[in-house]
């Protein structure tokens, strides 16, 4: 029997917005999905961890961490992503972490690390900054791979205790408190400052920046892992994202949609990742918009299924900064006729 588990991040609105959102969202396939569930389960998160909810509970399954959960130097999501990448034999040699090109903005109180999804970095532009800054770091002995242009690996044997967070977990927040931290976060910071004075002067940087363009200023490292990823861990779809969250997902998958799912046996796993940007930067109207989209092309069609049989469970994850909520629902719950549909599950979060 099929069974599909759909996760929603930055789904959970914060709970001073709750009502005003919730009162001008339309999506009755959610509505009915949260308020004629068999199951729900709210996890709390410290704000102040180095990765998201949904980061974590994306590592947890694909079997990336051991039970209890600890993610002390962050998500060890490296391997993983390299394996999709087709880079498993290098995934298995050494700790590798995400690299990914970034832009450093300095408000009047803080550097802050922007969202790199405005980078809107392409392959000529990244081949080339890669192109400069690998030999700085092959001349530390740390191998540096080109995956995408947003997605680079390195390795760094002697980094693996270093303590990093995901970019997500960083966006707009003060620079200062989300540095790398660890016995060799010095070294860290030294490579990271020279290849900052490198790109400054980069012809790239000048002809984005013509462009209209965020310069690409600097670097984000994280997700650091020394084990390639079990191949056992459920097929992951992807809908939207960067694309270190595409890398996870098989080939077939990457931008998947909800018919290509309920075509497939056993237990699918889909991130509809839409939510992100604009739950980050709290732009509500967009985030709004998007969650009635994904209420149309996702809820609706799983809601569907659901009722006449095709899938067995539908698991919900929703999630925001602090916590993350599952709810699964089966059909013979849909059958509560005497429970009304309603988005209320999403005000106390």
Same mark, same amino acid.
């Given at each position: 029997? %099929?069974?599909?588990? @759909? $996760?929603? !991040?930055? +789904? #959970?609105?914060?709970? &001073?917005?709750?009502?005003?959102? =919730?009162?001008?969202?339309?999506?009755?396939?959610?509505?009915?999905?949260?308020?004629?569930?068999?199951?729900?389960?709210?996890?709390?998160?410290?704000?102040?961890?180095?990765?998201?909810?949904?980061?974590?509970?994306?590592?947890?399954?694909?079997?990336?961490?051991?039970?209890?959960?600890?993610?002390?130097?962050?998500?060890?999501?490296?391997?993983?992503?390299?394996?999709?990448?087709?880079?498993?034999?290098?995934?298995?040699?050494?700790?590798?972490?995400?690299?990914?090109?970034?832009?450093?903005?300095?408000?009047? %109180?803080?550097?802050? @690390? $922007?969202? !790199?999804? +405005? #980078?809107?970095?392409? &392959?000529?532009?990244?081949?080339? =900054?890669?192109?400069?800054?690998?030999?700085?770091?092959?001349?530390?002995?740390?191998?540096?791979?080109?995956?995408?242009?947003?997605?680079?690996?390195?390795?760094?044997?002697?980094?693996?205790?270093?303590?990093?967070?995901?970019?997500?977990?960083?966006?707009?927040?003060?620079?200062?408190?989300?540095?790398?931290?660890?016995?060799?976060?010095?070294?860290?910071?030294?490579?990271?400052?020279?290849?900052?004075?490198?790109?400054?002067?980069?012809?790239?940087?000048?002809?984005?920046?013509?462009?209209?363009?965020?310069?690409?200023?600097?670097?984000?490292?994280?997700?650091?892992?020394?084990?390639?990823?079990?191949?056992?861990?459920?097929? =992951?779809?992807?809908?939207?994202?960067?694309?270190?969250?595409?890398?996870?997902?098989?080939?077939?998958?990457?931008?998947?949609?909800?018919?290509?799912?309920?075509?497939?046996?056993?237990?699918?796993?889909?991130?509809?990742?839409?939510?992100?940007?604009?739950?980050?930067?709290?732009?509500?109207?967009?985030?709004?918009?998007?969650?009635?989209?994904?209420?149309?092309?996702?809820?609706?069609?799983?809601?569907?299924?659901?009722?006449?049989?095709?899938?067995?469970?539908?698991?919900?994850?929703?999630?925001?900064?602090?916590?993350?909520?599952?709810?699964?629902?089966?059909?013979?719950?849909?059958?509560?006729?005497?429970?009304?549909?309603? =988005?209320?599950?999403?005000?106390?979060?």
């Amino acid at each position: 029997m %099929t069974d599909i588990t @759909l $996760a929603l !991040p930055f +789904a #959970l609105p914060p709970a &001073e917005m709750a009502p005003h959102l =919730l009162h001008a969202l339309q999506a009755p396939a959610l509505a009915a999905l949260l308020g004629r569930h068999s199951q729900q389960q709210l996890h709390s998160f410290t704000q102040h961890s180095r990765v998201l909810p949904h980061e974590a509970w994306l590592a947890r399954n694909l079997d990336l961490v051991p039970s209890p959960i600890t993610f002390h130097t962050g998500a060890p999501l490296a391997g993983a992503c390299m394996r999709g990448c087709g880079l498993s034999a290098q995934a298995a040699a050494g700790h590798w972490l995400i690299l990914q090109p970034a832009h450093i903005q300095v408000s009047s %109180t803080h550097p802050s @690390l $922007a969202d !790199p999804r +405005a #980078l809107q970095l392409d &392959e000529a532009d990244a081949r080339a =900054l890669y192109d400069a800054a690998r030999p700085y770091f092959e001349e530390l002995g740390k191998p540096l791979l080109f995956a995408a242009p947003g997605l680079w690996f390195v390795r760094a044997d002697d980094w693996a205790e270093l303590a990093t967070a995901s970019p997500d977990s960083v966006v707009n927040q003060n620079l200062g408190d989300w540095l790398p931290e660890g016995d060799r976060a010095r070294d860290y910071r030294r490579l990271q400052n020279e290849i900052q004075m490198l790109w400054h002067q980069h012809p790239v940087n000048a002809a984005r920046e013509a462009r209209g363009l965020p310069a690409v200023n600097s670097y984000w490292c994280w997700g650091g892992s020394s084990n390639p990823a079990p191949a056992s861990a459920p097929a =992951l779809a992807v809908s939207g994202g960067p694309s270190w969250l595409h890398a996870l997902a098989a080939p077939e998958l990457r931008q998947a949609s909800v018919e290509r799912l309920l075509a497939r046996p056993g237990h699918s796993v889909a991130v509809v990742a839409d939510l992100i940007a604009p739950g980050q930067v709290s732009e509500w109207a967009e985030w709004i918009a998007a969650l009635q989209r994904i209420d149309q092309h996702w809820c609706a069609p799983l809601l569907a299924a659901l009722k006449d049989g095709r899938v067995g469970r539908v698991h919900l994850m929703l999630s925001h900064r602090e916590s993350w909520l599952e709810v699964t629902n089966t059909k013979m719950a849909q059958r509560k006729f005497w429970r009304q549909p309603n =988005l209320n599950l999403l005000k106390q979060a």
